[in-house]
């Protein structure tokens, strides 16, 4: 008896060993990057690059990383150009994003890595250098992009060993020219999102200028209704300069099928404001076949981790009382 309850405490250790080891491995937070300010930096901001150029030029980027572990380290430096994200938030660390075509020239594009892989010593810190080309011909507005580093790591199947990086912007204007911004919008669809039913509208930036501090009010009613089944509000959304994408909300319910009509209405922290109304419909057939495997519709959603631990801990607890039981027996 006592062999049997020394192997179910052994498996709850494991369990929970198994349950705890990738928040372990991806707990290494031990290095940080500075950027090196050249000349032509346009503002206070020491923090990333935002440097005033001109057609033709070029020149030598530099960031200092510092590996503050106790074992060398090999680092990861990539740079791409900004693009913003589902949850409307400007997003450095895509690299493999559909640029707007609207876009003249991604930052990507124009700046060259010296070391994309690079080992620094324990407790050490070493510099790498970006090539910076500027166009030949002029643009307007800013270029936006930045670059990520991350330590180079394996992923294994009990999760990713480090997942945390650095990234610093990198900006590039000609002039102090002021852009208006502009926002266009496309259609509206349903989707599904980490098994989360989802609604989102296709919405792109046309303009290269930065569009910060933007509430954006969503309302989604029936066809020729003035019954708001969906209303969100989502605030602090920032949308890089010429991108596109798709601003996704959760609808967190059942879809049905029918006509619907999609009202927006965003405003940044410089009072412009769009407003766009769309109309969508919801097949039957997408209705239930997103709603068949939608989370968010399942009244009771079976964990079945929490069971087994639960048969665990119960079996545990017979095997003990059992014990006591055998024991008082003895004393008898």
Same mark, same amino acid.
Request: aromatic share 6%; hydrophobic share 40%.
């Given at each position: 008896?006592?062999?049997?309850?020394?192997?179910?405490?052994?498996?709850?250790?494991?369990?929970?060993?198994l349950?705890?080891?990738? &928040?372990?491995?991806a707990a290494s %937070?031990?290095?940080?990057?500075t950027?090196?300010?050249? @000349?032509? $930096?346009q503002?206070?901001?020491m923090?990333?690059?935002?440097? /005033?150029v001109?057609?033709?030029?070029t020149?030598?980027?530099?960031?200092?990383?510092?590996?503050?572990?106790?074992t060398?380290?090999t680092?990861?430096?990539?740079?791409n150009?900004?693009t913003?994200?589902?949850?409307?938030?400007?997003?450095?660390?895509?690299?493999?994003? !559909?640029?707007?075509?609207?876009?003249?020239?991604?930052?990507k594009?124009?700046?060259?890595?010296?070391?994309?892989?690079i080992?620094?010593?324990?407790?050490?810190?070493?510099?790498v250098?970006?090539?910076?080309?500027?166009?030949?011909e002029?643009?307007?507005?800013?270029?936006?992009?930045?670059?990520?580093?991350?330590?180079?790591?394996?992923?294994?199947?009990?999760?990713?060993?480090?997942?945390?990086?650095?990234?610093l912007?990198?900006?590039?204007?000609?002039n102090? !020219?002021?852009?208006?911004?502009?926002?266009?919008?496309?259609d509206v669809?349903?989707?599904?999102? %980490?098994?989360?039913?989802?609604?989102?509208?296709?919405?792109?930036?046309?303009?290269?200028?930065?569009?910060n501090?933007?509430?954006?009010?969503i309302?989604?009613? /029936? @066809?020729?209704?003035?019954?708001?089944?969906?209303? !969100?509000?989502? @605030?602090?959304?920032?949308?890089?300069?010429n991108?596109?994408?798709?601003?996704?909300s959760?609808?967190?319910?059942?879809?049905?099928?029918?006509?619907?009509?999609?009202?927006? !209405?965003?405003?940044?922290?410089?009072e412009?404001?769009? $407003?766009?109304?769309?109309?969508f419909?919801?097949?039957?057939?997408? &209705?239930?076949?997103?709603?068949?495997?939608?989370?968010?519709?399942?009244?009771?959603?079976?964990?079945?981790?929490?069971?087994?631990?639960?048969?665990?801990?119960?079996?545990?607890?017979?095997v003990?009382?059992?014990?006591?039981?055998?024991?008082?027996r003895?004393?008898?």
């Amino acid at each position: 008896m006592r062999k049997i309850f020394k192997l179910i405490i052994m498996f709850v250790i494991c369990l929970v060993a198994l349950l705890t080891r990738g &928040a372990v491995q991806a707990a290494s %937070n031990d290095f940080n990057v500075t950027p090196v300010i050249p @000349e032509n $930096q346009q503002s206070d901001v020491m923090s990333y690059f935002d440097l /005033k150029v001109a057609p033709k030029q070029t020149q030598t980027l530099s960031i200092t990383i510092s590996n503050q572990s106790d074992t060398e380290q090999t680092y990861k430096v990539v740079v791409n150009t900004a693009t913003t994200n589902e949850n409307g938030i400007v997003d450095y660390s895509i690299s493999d994003v !559909e640029l707007d075509e609207t876009m003249k020239y991604s930052l990507k594009d124009l700046i060259k890595v010296s070391n994309e892989a690079i080992v620094i010593p324990a407790n050490s810190e070493d510099e790498v250098s970006m090539a910076l080309t500027v166009p030949s011909e002029p643009f307007s507005g800013v270029l936006l992009g930045g670059v990520t580093i991350a330590p180079a790591t394996t992923e294994s199947s009990e999760g990713i060993n480090n997942v945390f990086t650095r990234t610093l912007a990198i900006q590039l204007r000609e002039n102090d !020219e002021v852009v208006t911004p502009e926002l266009t919008a496309g259609d509206v669809t349903v989707k599904q999102d %980490n098994l989360h039913n989802t609604i989102q509208i296709a919405l792109s930036n046309v303009t290269p200028t930065l569009i910060n501090n933007i509430k954006a009010h969503i309302k989604v009613t /029936k @066809e020729n209704s003035d019954d708001v089944i969906f209303e !969100e509000t989502k @605030e602090q959304l920032s949308f890089a300069p010429n991108s596109k994408f798709d601003l996704t909300s959760n609808w967190s319910e059942q879809f049905k099928a029918g006509k619907y009509n999609y009202a927006i !209405e965003l405003v940044d922290n410089k009072e412009h404001l769009w $407003q766009f109304s769309k109309d969508f419909e919801i097949a039957a057939e997408v &209705a239930k076949e997103l709603n068949q495997t939608s989370v968010d519709v399942k009244s009771k959603q079976i964990n079945w981790l929490y069971i087994a631990i639960g048969l665990v801990i119960l079996l545990v607890a017979l095997v003990i009382i059992d014990i006591k039981i055998m024991l008082s027996r003895k004393k008898r």
